[in-house]
């Protein structure tokens, strides 16, 4: 045996064990058999020493944590030491399977058709965004099992625990609130009930698994197609499912029991024959074709069967009649092409402007299985929208039909239920528009599928049927297993194709992929020998860059009339408001206390003298509503402004020079969507010589590279990701670096160290920090996402309002910008996201440091009537908002008192969250010489192992004559 025994369960289990499951570090399989990382040695005693943990499961390759709860099961689970082996040379060969014809209509299957092919390939969607973990709850049920999901195939999943568990398949009952929406979220489903059930036939208990969504071993889908037609009608068609058996659900996969898969039988492929009549027609698989997903299949036919149509000139909905014997499925695919006013390419007015649009029409059929045999049909017709300029793809209209053993009832369906119907239909074609891979990719992007695009659609019923008895309701029609969105993908496709006359073969897509083959073609083949040195070109450019930058003046760009609003289309908007969002355009470009937002005139104080913001809205006199976009992406990447002029580094073109292509793009395109305001902001005011523009071409010589950002490739995905919008859109060092003499920012070890702003001191983003705790991963991601830490404090100053734009930021951005600036300069234990308690300061701090020495009676009688009932702890409940700890607070701890000083005197009126609560500000109510004697008390009561702040007077003072933030 490669481990120690199973571990014995402790008598007296509660009425509701708890688990969590340990994964090992490589899960493959090579579509014969696991050749993962195997269990060698396994320590589970520092784990059962935990209190709560009932015990370690151990099964082959499975191991899992029992515990009385969730929490102690997953603080248990780091606490198991084991050991994995990897597969040794050849065990990862996957072994020859012969080629098994599933279904053969007049055609032999060496007899390949010799016109029209394609070869076809299904990742699947990935599963939604947002939870990633699926709880799942498994219980005894006599002599047999109960497993409860939030999602999944009952029907398909119920007959494999059968075999896994050896019960007879009577004794195996499971539930489901709705069928899964993506190929994996019925992957989760099945991962998380074979092992749910699993651990409650050991325990003889009642269980709650939770595990983590999006785990697969499996190997994508290739379909290979082929046809040989006539003039009017396929003569001929076959399909081939080229595909390596796909990997067993966790629980079979991890304990060799892969073969109980294919014991159980379920999901046979010809619940899913393709519906078209053909002269010949063959259907073939490689690998295992039960296991082949219905999803996979019908994007390869619908995509092929739209191919053949546009081959031979026809219309695609007009060919699938005339190909169509079924009368119902025939009358769905009319009902749903006449409400969506379906026309051919030929008869439709061409593209107004520079978005491409084109739709799309797919069909399928199928019996779905549970809760009992039902046929379905499912017809859509999808719109999509491309942008050439930013790259964008983006569904802005569906019609979805869906019919169900002819059911009159389906016309009754309630307009409730039909909305939720209509929402899962977006989510599901949402998912098919993938994130652009890179840096610069936008995962959580709404406006992929707007809410409201989708609409459900049901043929009207045939009087003959209408009084039919033996209908199904309306929930055994839309949830018996998500046949209705199958053709989704196809449609997609078809559409995109119509639309750029790209096919794209390969789901999900992105618009990256289409830029690709638009790029591609229009490439002469004799350019396309020179790409190999591509390194010269872009040396060359690189060249050119900088030689320019030392113009003292370069010449206008010419104006252009503004913009349509309609000229871009949801998904570059959309795009482009993120990075506004993560640019934080607005706050420095807002003057303060109500000012129009984007319009300008925010003062920026900076030692050379104040510069106040630009006017970005469209207003084509005041703002940018005259820019082209070549205007555009000259000031953000170079400073230069439209007319020639070098801009202040103040607007931070350093950083936004790292942007990509399509994010800067998107950000003018969403610019140009905002309502235009006329508004002058005041004139810049510095001091000679820094008020003479040309100058500025010397200093961008000597502290500006434009160039885009460059992944790090020994780096993560998401370290990247951070790096991006952390160096690119978010320009973090504009303030949290030091500047030199020259007011350029420092690198090196300079770089993210701190700064300075509108007199706010930025405080360091390394491991420099002055904190005195460290900054964690989860407390820089809560701190950004809400503006609160309870290990550090509150937003403030200018820092509210850029968490207040972070956090409608998508959380995986805001969480990869947390991991960026986690690994700044910090050894790996400092990055780790262990907790660490705000406790009281430190007994052995000196006892007579200069901050005691100094008499801070004074200061605690004003905090004691002014501050503790919010910031003391332990002084009672809290009365609204949050209770920040002083213990823990960077400004009582930074090296002066500045930020501390501008907090007591204005408060924080607007903070980042309205739930963090307000402080009001003391400015009227303190004297100067209070608020010295306070700022005393804090330092010596919660800083007591730093000095004391000198010249705390004269930084009072001064503070005074600025404004609050």
């Known amino acids: 045996m490669p481990h120690a025994a199973e571990p014995i369960p402790v008598s007296g289990a509660p009425a509701l064990l708890h688990a969590r499951l340990i994964l090992p570090p490589a899960l493959d399989w090579n579509g014969e058999r696991y050749c993962g990382a195997r269990l060698q040695r396994i320590d589970a005693a520092a784990a059962l020493s935990r209190p709560g943990v009932r015990e370690v499961f151990v099964r082959q390759h499975l191991v899992a944590v029992i515990a009385e709860s969730d929490a102690a099961a997953r603080a248990a689970r780091p606490l198991v030491r084991i050991r994995w082996r990897r597969a040794s040379a050849g065990e990862d060969l996957p072994q020859q399977r012969q080629r098994k014809i599933l279904l ?15 070869q076809y390939r299904w990742q699947g969607a990935p599963a939604a965004t947002g939870s990633t973990t699926l709880s799942i709850l498994a219980r005894p049920a006599g002599p047999g099992i109960q497993v409860d999901l939030p999602y999944g195939n009952p029907g398909q999943i119920a007959p494999a625990l059968a075999a896994l568990l050896q019960l007879p398949p009577e004794l195996v009952e499971v539930r489901s609130a709705r069928p899964p929406q993506s190929d994996q979220e019925a992957r989760d489903a099945a991962n998380g009930a074979g092992v749910a059930a699993l651990l409650t ?24 197609a082929g046809a040989r037609v006539d003039a009017e009608r396929l003569e001929r068609y076959t399909l081939n499912l080229a595909q390596a058996r796909p990997a067993p659900p966790l629980a079979w996969l991890l304990t060799g029991r892969a073969d109980a898969i294919e014991d159980a039988a379920i999901a046979p492929l010809d619940a899913l024959q393709p519906p078209y009549a053909w002269d010949a027609f063959e259907i073939s698989s490689s690998g295992d074709g039960a296991s082949t997903p219905a999803a996979a299949a019908v994007f390869a036919q619908e995509s092929f069967f739209d191919e053949v149509a546009r081959h031979g000139g026809h219309d695609p909905v007009a060919y699938r009649l005339a190909h169509l014997p079924d009368p119902t499925g025939a009358r769905l695919v009319r009902s749903v092409s006449q409400a969506a006013a379906w026309q051919a390419r030929a008869a439709r007015a061409a593209d107004p402007g520079p978005v491409m649009h084109g739709r799309g029409f797919a069909y399928a059929s199928t ?12 017809a859509w ?34 307009p409730a239920a039909r909305g939720a119907l209509d929402e899962q239909a977006r989510q599901a074609m949402a998912r098919l528009i993938a994130p652009d891979a890179g840096v610069d990719g936008w995962s959580d992007n709404e406006a992929r599928v707007p809410p409201g695009a989708i609409t459900t659609h049901s043929p009207p019923v045939p009087d003959q049927l209408k009084d039919a008895s033996s209908l199904p309701s309306p929930e055994v029609q839309l949830k018996a297993g998500g046949a209705f969105t199958l053709p989704a993908a196809a449609a997609v496709a078809n559409a995109i194709f119509d639309a750029t006359g790209v096919r794209l073969r390969e789901a999900p897509f992105s618009g990256a992929q289409i830029k690709l083959a638009l790029a591609e073609r229009a490439t002469p083949p004799a350019k396309r020998r020179w790409r190999t040195a591509g390194w010269l070109g872009g040396a060359a450019a690189a060249l ?8 003292p003046w370069r010449p206008a760009i010419a104006p252009i009339a503004p913009p349509d609003a309609n000229l871009y289309s949801a998904a570059t908007i959309e795009r482009g408001r993120l990075v506004a969002l993560a640019g934080d ?9 109500g000012g129009i937002p984007n319009a300008g005139g925010h003062a920026l104080d900076t030692p050379f003298g104040t510069i106040y913001t630009t006017n970005i809205t469209p207003d084509p006199k005041t703002g940018i509503g005259n820019w082209s976009y070549a205007a555009f992406e000259r000031a953000m990447r170079e400073g230069v402004h439209r007319d020639g002029r070098n801009l202040y580094p103040a607007f ?19 610019l140009m969507a905002q309502p235009a305001v006329e508004s002058q902001p005041p004139e810049s005011s510095l001091r000679f010589p820094f008020n003479l523009r040309p100058l500025l071409s010397g200093w961008k010589v000597l502290f500006h590279q434009p160039e885009v950002y460059r992944p790090d490739p020994d780096r993560s995905v998401l370290w990247n990701r951070g790096a991006y919008l952390v160096e690119g859109a978010g320009h973090c060092a504009a303030c949290h670096s030091p500047r030199n003499a020259l007011g350029a920012e420092k690198k090196g070890l300079h770089h993210l160290s701190g700064g300075v702003v509108d007199g706010w001191e930025a405080p360091s983003l390394t491991a420099s920090s002055k904190s005195p705790q460290p900054w964690t991963e989860d407390e820089l ?11 550090h404090g509150v937003a403030a100053g200018p820092m509210a309002p850029v968490v207040s734009e972070l956090a409608q930021l998508p959380a995986e951005d805001v969480r990869a910008i947390a991991h960026y600036i986690a690994s700044l300069g910090r050894p790996p234990a400092a990055t780790a996201t262990a907790a660490v308690t705000a406790g009281p300061a430190p007994a052995s701090a000196p006892a007579a440091s200069a901050a005691q020495a100094i008499d801070t009676a004074s200061g605690k009688r004003l905090f004691t009537g002014a501050c503790a009932a919010c910031h003391m702890e332990g002084s009672g409940p809290t009365l609204f908002g949050v209770r920040p700890s002083l213990k823990v607070n960077t400004n009582v701890h930074a090296d002066t008192p500045d930020n501390l000083v501008k907090v007591i005197l204005h408060g924080i009126p607007e903070p980042a969250n309205a739930d963090l609560g307000y402080m009001p500000g003391f400015a009227n109510s303190f004297s100067d010489a209070q608020v010295r004697d306070l700022l005393h008390y804090l330092r010596a009561t919660f800083a007591p192992d730093k000095p004391a702040w000198t010249d705390v007077e004269a930084r009072i003072a001064a503070a005074r004559r600025q404004p609050g933030h």
Do not use: N
Request: proline share 7%; with cysteine; hydrophobic share 45%.
């Open 544 to 551: 050119g860059a900088t030689l320019s930058l030392a113009l």
């Open 652 to 670: 931070p073109y350093t950083a936004y020079a790292k942007m990509t292509e399509p994010d800067m793009q998107a950000l003018y395109a969403y």
């Open 585 to 593: 355009c607005m706050v420095c470009h807002t003057a303060p206390d």
């Open 104 to 118: 053969q209509r007049g055609m032999r299957a060496d007899d390949a058709p010799d016109l029209v092919t394609a």
């Open 367 to 378: 019996i779905e299985q549970a809760p009992q045999p039902v046929q379905s049909w499912s």
């Open 381 to 414: 017709v999808a719109e999509v929208a491309y942008d050439p300029a930013s790259g964008e793809l983006s569904v802005t209209r569906a019609i979805a039909g869906h019919d169900a053993q002819d059911a009159a009832a389906h016309a009754a369906l309630p």
């Open 781 to 791: 991601f809560a701190y950004l996402r809400t503006g609160f830490s309870a290990r």
């Open 201 to 224: 036939l050991h325990c003889k208990a009642a269980l709650s698994l939770v595990l983590e969504c999006g785990i697969d071993a499996g190997q994508p889908t290739l379909l290979q």
